[in-house]
């Protein structure tokens, strides 16, 4: 079987443009092409199909029968690929329901979800949320759609995602605000090192941390390792204890317990709490909009979302 002609969408108006003019000067008006340029089109077309197509008479470029035959096909296929190149995906988030899928940590629980779920619930009465935890094998599940978006410092999401920083993190040190031996102001890196901690140690901020006090050969002594951030109001608040935090957590696990925020002697890197996408739905309207609702939240510096598509 011998391969059929492929034409593209610039014949096929011009066929319509043809039929429907029956003058080559009016269609290469019409395409904003000059007369001679349509009359190459026209000759090469001519000889992909194996037919004069248009024949010149009395009344203008009359079709043949091989047009008389093509031309509702023809516009159905210029109509289809009108449909396509103006159609964008659309979502209304005041009356259109959706379940939005996000990664975040158990810090996020407690600093953005709140916040994010409330904004949400006050603009899109139709859309849920599930928070996922960060894990492993998120990013293909962000890549085929089964997760929507990722919060957090996740430097492992790379490769074939956009990303977006939301804001600056330090790191704060965390203690009973009637503790025996610490006041703010005063509290050292002999301090740090005397006294016994309170622990998180899953999640990258945990990592991070850690490594540092490897690197610089901080001694730090845990009494407790928690693998969440959930109850450590409640046991600082009772223990003298201290913990070493990044600063949104910190500063809000603070004002919950009821318990001092001290600047941490140890120099550990800052990092961005980022939101995270995958290229395939970077055009995608509703998770466009929920991108804008985070940023909207969160964005404390003027930043744009930056594609990292190397492995893409």
């Known amino acids: 079987m011998s391969d059929l002609p492929l034409l593209d969408g610039r014949q096929l108006q011009l066929m319509d443009l043809l039929y429907s003019t029956g ?7 019409a395409l904003g092409q000059t007369q001679p340029t349509v009359s190459i089109w026209l000759a090469r077309l001519r000889t992909q199909l194996g037919d004069p ?6 009344q203008g470029m009359r079709p043949t029968p091989r047009v008389e035959s093509m031309i509702e096909t023809v516009r159905d ?13 659309v979502f209304d988030p005041a009356t259109m329901p959706r379940s939005f899928r996000i990664f975040m940590t158990d810090a996020s629980h407690i600093t953005l979800l709140p916040r994010l779920f409330s904004q949400v619930r006050a603009l899109a009465p139709g859309v849920s949320l599930e928070a996922a935890p960060i894990h492993a094998g998120m990013g293909a599940e962000l890549e085929s759609g089964a997760a929507d978006l990722a919060l957090g410092f ?34 050292g890196l002999d301090d740090y090192s005397r006294e016994a901690h309170a622990g998180i140690v899953y999640g990258t901020g945990a990592q991070l941390l850690d490594a540092t006090i490897r690197r610089l050969g901080v001694e730090r002594r845990l009494a407790l390792s928690l693998p969440g951030f959930l109850g450590l109001p409640a046991i600082l608040s009772t ?28 120099p550990i890197p800052g990092f961005q709490v ?31 979302a930056q594609p990292d598509l190397s492995g893409a």
């Open 239 to 266: 223990t003298d204890l201290i913990a070493t935090l990044p600063r949104h957590i910190g500063e809000t696990l603070a004002a919950i317990g009821g318990l001092q925020v001290l600047d941490c002697p140890v």
């Open 274 to 304: 980022r939101q995270h996408w995958h290229a395939r739905f970077h055009r995608d309207a509703g998770n466009r909009w929920l991108r804008g609702v985070c940023a909207g939240l969160f964005l404390r510096a003027a930043d744009t």
């Open 154 to 187: 996740i430097p492992t999401l790379d490769a074939g995602f956009y990303q977006q920083a939301l804001y600056d993190q330090d790191w704060v040190c965390l203690a009973h605000p009637g503790h025996p031996r610490i006041r703010p102001g005063t509290f």
């Open 77 to 89: 296929v210029l109509r289809g690929l009108r449909s396509i190149a103006e159609s964008q995906s």
């Open 23 to 29: 003058s080559v000067t009016r269609t290469a008006e």
């Open 53 to 58: 197509l248009f024949v010149r008479t009395p």
